[in-house]
């Protein structure tokens, strides 16, 4: 159910010239009315509701304060974007957000002059918008970059990274940390506000820089206490010191609800002659909706959602997510296996290991946006002879691949990767599907390379990484909810490098890696009623194969078509390379791979994914067919 809006003021707005041609005075209500649409919005279609509802007044004081879109405003992470994307010409889209055809749930380039940049991963926003600064500054053009970063971001070293290199852009360089969460100073309150409206006005900063130059013409001794002294007393009333020590003019914290703070001090900001700024705004996730609120964690990612009541539309009942059946599996491992650990990156939900949180506490490990740090992490711990498992999501393992080489595999360490949310992720598009992790991974030597067909098989490979020891190894599955196949009473430790043939055949052999597996499935009932006898083998491993079944299949049929849910590069490559280092394909065996297509695809419901990929059932039997030399009604073609 969704809630009737009166909107007048938000009506008026379509981009943010509109929102600057309004009076101070009527900022509060434009924000009230914004914030109900986005409610409204989110409730329609699903998606991130609590932090853009936390975000909803520093969006509109941003927009009021700098020029965009020529002032470049970059949000970290994007998902709190939806209020930016109502007020800066997207409205009348909003209802579409993360739908075929629709708007992303992300700042995308290609979707408004206003997302200067894509960001649906963390942290890269202070090197985007410090690359716009120096950019305008070289080319002699106005403009500023502004980082909205939330605190989550900041756990990320890419962050202190850009900040460590941000003095050459000036004062064109702005950030705003947006914390939520973390609690890294003192609570706001009038004081606080008070101070940092006093220190990042214009007649403060004028008579600092005139005590500075001062300073300068005292003896170096008398200069160093002089700065110091500055610097302390800032310190101490506002706990700013880590970011003066990387070059920044902090300024807060303040309320980043109270419009009347925020607009004055964003102004003193974007007016300073100093150099970069950063201003440290304390909000509040899902701020001004009840439920979200209450159970902000629980509304940072929703389904559809009735406006009045909050209660979210439940999705069927039915076989467990993958990654809670990973995370049951691995609390039974570690229950047997005292040196079993876990780590994640700021997802234990995500990833299933808040059920190993709550029944080993002592052995889990939420490091924070750093995946780099995490795989090192589990490395170290690895050569100190625990057993970890480092639980990530295929897109964000991408970020710590240097680290799985240099640190894991090159030692040839036994680090478990856990691999969520491979393949295709549906509504979170391109930015987040798991494309390409059987590609990085099975290129390293020592990598044993897993992927689970179903959730059985999942338990059985959860099992079978806790008990390798003799080097790097890695599993993944993907997003969602598994097939409904019966789970194990005791799972199996399975053979590395072994696959299995699950549909026995003698003329066409699909070998599958990965969720696949049903829809191979039905392709062989549909090649069969052709009277195209098939066989259906899960191969479990891109690394190593299964030589002996794969040469034994090639010799006995008369096409091998590999399915997989990977990028070029993956599971086909290596069977093609194989049959090409044997000579397999001399006495007329025809291959052919299915994999996903050489495009980052956008968003979509999955099944509108899977087609566009060509990986469904029909795309699989249309494969073996043309294959054959047959079109699609089974008729031979002529051959040329």
């Given at each position: ?313 439940k999705s069927a009942g039915g076989a467990p997510a993958y990654q809670n059946v990973f995370g049951d599996q691995l609390v039974a491992e ?93 509504a979170d598009g391109a930015t987040h599907a798991g494309s390409f992790d059987v590609t990085y991974l099975a290129t390293l030597p020592n ?176 494969t073996v067919l043309k294959a054959l030399r047959h079109n699609s009604a089974g008729v031979e073609e002529a051959r040329a």
């Amino acid at each position: 159910m969704t809630a009737t809006l009166a909107t007048p003021l938000l009506d008026t707005v379509h981009t943010p010239d509109d929102l600057r041609r309004l009076q101070p005075a009527q900022l509060r209500q434009l924000a009230d009315e914004l914030r109900q649409e986005m409610i409204s919005a989110v409730g329609t279609t699903g998606g991130h509701l609590g932090s853009g509802l936390g975000v909803v007044e520093l969006t509109v004081a941003v927009h009021y304060v700098f020029d965009t879109p020529a002032d470049r405003l970059v949000w970290d992470v994007g998902h709190q974007a939806y209020p930016h994307k109502i007020i800066t010409g997207r409205r009348d889209r909003i209802r579409t957000l993360r739908q075929g055809g629709g708007l992303s749930g992300f700042t995308k380039r290609s979707e408004s002059e206003y997302d200067p940049f894509g960001a649906a991963h963390s942290s890269t926003s202070i090197s985007a918008a410090l690359g716009f600064a120096v950019a305008n500054k070289l080319a002699g053009t106005p403009g500023k970059g502004i980082a909205v970063i939330g605190d989550g971001a900041m756990s990320a070293g890419m962050a202190y990274e850009a900040m460590n290199n941000a003095k050459q852009a000036g004062n064109r360089l702005v950030v705003i940390l947006n914390d939520n969460d973390m609690s890294i100073a003192p609570p706001v309150g009038s004081l606080s506000s008070y101070l940092a409206r006093l220190v990042s006005s214009r007649p403060f900063l004028e008579l600092r820089d005139l005590a500075r130059r001062l300073s300068r013409k005292l003896p170096e001794p008398l200069h160093r206490a002089a700065k110091k002294t500055d610097e302390f007393a800032r310190g101490m009333a506002m706990g700013g010191t880590l970011f003066e020590e990387l070059g920044f003019y902090y300024v807060g914290p303040i309320d980043g609800h109270n419009l009347d703070q925020l607009i004055p001090v964003l102004e003193n900001v974007r007016d300073a002659a100093e150099g970069p700024c950063l201003v440290h705004v304390v909000t509040q996730k899902g701020k001004g909706y009840a439920p979200a609120e209450a159970s902000a964690d629980k509304y940072h990612g929703v389904q559809k959602f009735d406006v009045i009541t909050g209660e979210q539309v439940k999705s069927a009942g039915g076989a467990p997510a993958y990654q809670n059946v990973f995370g049951d599996q691995l609390v039974a491992e570690g229950a047997r296996d005292s040196t079993i650990c876990a780590i994640t990156a700021a997802m234990p939900s995500g990833t299933g290991l808040d059920r190993f949180a709550a029944a080993h506490p002592d052995r889990f490990f939420d490091v924070g946006i750093a995946e780099q740090h995490a795989v090192t992490f589990a490395a170290g711990l690895a050569a100190q002879g625990m057993r970890p498992f480092c639980a990530i999501y295929s897109t964000f393992l991408q970020r710590a691949f240097d680290q799985v080489v240099h640190d894991v595999a090159i030692q040839n360490l036994p680090v478990r990767f856990a691999i969520d949310r491979a393949g295709l992720v549906g509504a979170d598009g391109a930015t987040h599907a798991g494309s390409f992790d059987v590609t990085y991974l099975a290129t390293l030597p020592n990598l044993v390379v897993m992927a689970a067909a179903d959730e059985a098989e999942l338990v059985h490979m959860t099992h079978t990484a806790a008990l390798h020891d003799s080097g790097p190894i890695a599993f993944r599955y993907p997003r969602g909810n598994g097939t409904g196949v019966p789970l194990p009473v005791e799972p199996q430790r399975l053979e590395i490098g072994k696959g299995r043939i699950v549909r026995h055949g003698s003329k066409v052999a699909l070998l599958t890696l990965g969720t696949r597996l049903g829809e191979a499935l039905k392709a062989a009932d549909q090649l069969e009623a052709r009277g195209l006898s098939t066989t259906v083998a899960d191969l479990r491993f891109a690394k190593p194969l299964d030589e002996a079944l794969i040469r034994h299949l090639m010799s006995t049929h008369e096409v091998i078509v590999t399915v997989e849910e990977g990028s070029i590069g993956g599971l086909g490559a290596h069977v093609l390379t194989m049959a090409s280092d044997e000579g397999l394909t001399d006495a007329g065996l025809k291959i052919r791979t299915m994999r996903l297509p050489d495009v980052f695809q956008d968003h979509d419901a999955p099944d509108k994914q899977y087609d566009e990929a060509g990986l469904n059932a029909p795309q699989i039997v249309d494969t073996v067919l043309k294959a054959l030399r047959h079109n699609s009604a089974g008729v031979e073609e002529a051959r040329a």
